[in-house]
């Protein structure tokens, strides 16, 4: 008998991934068209903030935090504020907020607003700390900062915007996804520049010091070492990006002159056998800094052991010990050294 071909399912165009074979999946174990708690429809109603109850184990909110998303948005802005979650207690009668006190409060901080939307559900109030913790943790998947960085500059938020131009500046650009529309600064793309992640940038140009042409030579050293590998330089990995400003940071002398010359020689000679992330790797080894990744707080030990593998290289002269003192990258803001 011959197999019946599978049809492929009509998504939506942002679904990634094999979708034939990941249905074909849900289906072996029930769950298509299995609907789960159904009775819970959520129904939208205008009520009063005095109706309503705060869920004792929700967050609590800080004042501060209510006036500096005021200042964000110049006022209340409702489709920020959108629908708080609901619960209608059937043991009590009482509404429950479990998801969006903090909004709350911002319309309390605006005595004349005193209905608010409220998507309202008929459900316990220890049903809805549970699917908030749920919704937290495992239910809705958190927004990467990549996300929230490109949706931010097409929305025209004014701090993200700044943070494009300071992308632009640096000479690389940063995707949500792969389409046109999920990148920020696709010139740069288009250009065969690399990709860097919004952490790397935002984390990277403090590091500077606020210094972006910091941050630019210090891309300009990854890209000319590893762009000339067969694998070449698609993405800027955040640890070695760090390493270096810290380094250019701290060293200034390393900007420039044969120093400067000596360490991108060095870098070259690196990734003629080593991706970044392996070289990163070897750096934190050194440190024993074992399963640290991401970590800013390490920034520091990152570079002062790239300036350690340096010293102990091939391309490290004598003359350069007056200006490149190690010490310098480990020395705290209080005047004590780390080492």
Avoid at 65 to 88: K, T, Y
Avoid at 244 to 263: C, D, F, Q, W
Wanted: proline share 2%.
């Amino acid at each position: 008998m011959a197999k019946l071909a599978v049809v492929a399912p009509t998504v939506h165009s942002m679904v990634r991934g094999n979708v034939v074979k990941d249905i074909t999946k849900q289906n072996k174990k029930g769950l298509t068209g299995k609907l789960v708690n159904e009775q819970f429809t959520p129904e939208l109603q205008w009520l009063k903030t005095s109706n309503l109850v705060p869920l004792e184990s929700q967050r609590e909110t800080n004042s501060k935090w209510v006036v500096e998303r005021q200042e964000a948005r110049n006022g209340l802005d409702m489709i920020a504020f959108g629908a708080l979650s609901v619960a209608h207690d059937p043991n009590d009668g009482n509404y429950y907020v479990w998801d969006g006190c903090g909004r709350w409060a911002i319309a309390d901080f605006n005595g004349g607003i005193d209905t608010v939307p409220c998507l309202v559900y008929n459900m316990s109030k220890a049903q809805a700390a549970y699917y908030f913790a749920y919704n937290q943790e495992e239910g809705r998947r958190k927004l990467s900062r990549e996300v929230t960085f490109v949706n931010g500059v097409i929305g025209g938020d004014a701090e993200h915007l700044e943070w494009a131009k300071r992308l632009d500046a640096v000479g690389a650009y940063i995707k949500a996804n792969d389409s046109i529309n999920g990148i920020v600064n696709k010139d740069a793309k288009e250009y065969g520049y690399p990709e860097i992640l919004a952490r790397a940038l935002i984390d990277g140009f403090k590091l500077s010091g606020n210094d972006i042409t910091i941050c630019r030579q210090a891309r300009d050293m990854i890209v000319t070492a590893w762009g000339t590998t067969d694998t070449g330089c698609s993405k800027i990995v955040t640890e070695v990006y760090w390493a270096l400003i810290v380094v250019l940071k701290h060293i200034p002398e390393s900007r420039k002159n044969g120093l400067h010359t000596a360490m991108q020689k060095y870098l070259n000679w690196l990734a003629e056998g080593k991706t970044q992330a392996q070289a990163s790797k070897d750096w934190k080894k050194a440190q024993e800094l074992k399963g640290i990744t991401g970590n800013v707080g390490v920034a520091k030990e990152l570079g002062h052991a790239f300036g350690k593998s340096f010293t102990a290289s091939g391309f490290w002269k004598d003359s350069f010990r007056n200006d490149f003192i190690l010490k310098k990258i480990l020395f705290k803001e209080d005047g004590v050294s780390d080492e």
